[in-house]
């Protein structure tokens, strides 16, 4: 599975660099995809709650903020702010479901042999 987002994550960079917008929507669509059947092959209430809070919400806020900053400093006009945040937040999610849950799959083994882990406090 981590083997299958990480190759939607290089597409979906090919994609962006040569301008092929059919190309990211698929990719886009793919990355969402492995995250559903990640969801129903392991735990899930973690992978729910990644998919909510940890790709939707957090590419969400960070669309707001960045696109914010960017018209609030004059970089780009408040005419085309709704396709900029558009543009953020599809690409966010893309970078969050395809590398933020590779990074999840592999790091969470490591983090839980340290002493920072403690089991049981989000839940």
Known sequence: MTALLMTVFVVSAAATILT???VLI???VAALALLIVQTLVDDKK???MWIIFGVFVASVVSGI???G???AFGEI???IFPTVL???VFGDIIVLA???TTLMVTLTPAIKRTRAYVKGYFS
Do not use: D, K, N, R
């Open 20 to 22: 092929l917008t059919e």
């Open 26 to 28: 698929v990719t886009f």
């Open 46 to 48: 973690t992978w729910s």
């Open 65 to 67: 903020f960045g696109v």
């Open 69 to 71: 900053a960017l018209a």
């Open 77 to 79: 006009p408040m005419t």
């Open 86 to 88: 558009f543009g953020w």
């Open 98 to 100: 395809t590398i933020g």
